[in-house]
């Protein structure tokens, strides 16, 4: 079965400076990647996602680059706010049939004001 | 526009005791989701539900867990004589239908802690 693998668990950056989170997965069928923030006692929030047609996403601070051949992607989050403080949560799947998301294991990101 | 509905919010069981669940999902989805998130960890799936069927319940442990989504009211999961590796967030997201354009949409889940 598929499997993530996320990097790295926990990042710190300062406030305003980039931030990259990298996946990689295992299941060459997989071709639907979302991304999920999650904040403490909430539930994981879509924050963008990408298909495997398309090798990059942009949304606003936000984007996601896919590399089929290698398997991986990746969040990049540009001019970090302390708001964007979380944990990041990669996840793939097929698109056909039932969404079953396979969950890479998290990264904590804090922004340092 | 209601999100997906989890209750209760926290749930406090002892050993060999019953927990249901509860998620009723977003106006106009009928697919639900369940699943399982162990501390500082990902997400697991455990089973997906559409009104009255059981669709894939390959991620469910194959004794005590039962899921249920029936034609009126919410999508139940059950857990029978609970033990403390139980003890997790259970998270339960909808989909208006499977397949492309449908991303799913989570609740804030049931932390559920067995003594």
């Known amino acids: ?24 997965y295992s299941d060459s069928a997989s071709n639907y990647f979302p991304w999920y923030k999650q904040e403490l006692g909430k539930g994981p929030q879509l924050i963008i996602d990408i298909r495997s047609n398309v090798g990059e996403k942009k949304d606003q601070r936000i ?11 990746s969040l990049h989050i540009t001019e970090t706010q302390p708001e964007d403080s ?6 793939a799947s097929k698109i056909q049939g039932a969404q079953k998301l396979v969950f890479g294991q998290g990264t904590r990101l804090t922004i340092n004001p | 526009n209601a999100g997906v509905m989890q209750n209760p919010r926290h749930l406090v ?4 005791q019953e ?23 990902g997400l697991k ?12 319940e390959s991620g469910m442990p194959k004794e005590r867990f039962s899921a249920e989504f029936p034609k009126e009211g919410p999508s139940i999961l059950r857990i029978q004589q609970v033990v403390r590796g139980d003890s997790a967030a259970y998270f339960c ?11 799913l949409h989570f609740g804030n889940g049931t932390r559920l802690t067995v003594t």
């Open chain 2, 19 to 41: 927990a249901r669940l509860r998620c009723s999902p977003m106006k106009g989805h009928s697919h639900v989701y369940w699943y399982r998130q162990l501390p500082e960890e």
């Open chain 1, 63 to 73: 984007a996601v680059t896919l590399n089929k051949t290698a398997k991986h992607f």
């Open chain 1, 86 to 91: 979380a944990v990041y949560f990669c996840a």
């Open chain 2, 45 to 56: 799936f455990m089973v997906y539900l559409q009104k009255e069927n059981i669709i894939d």
């Open chain 2, 13 to 16: 069981r002892r050993r060999g």
């Open chain 1, 1 to 24: 079965g598929e499997n993530v693998e996320q990097h790295p668990s926990t990042l710190s950056v300062q406030e305003g400076d980039s931030a990259v989170i990298k996946c990689t």
């Open chain 2, 93 to 103: 997201a909808s989909s208006p239908q499977a397949g492309d354009n449908s991303p």
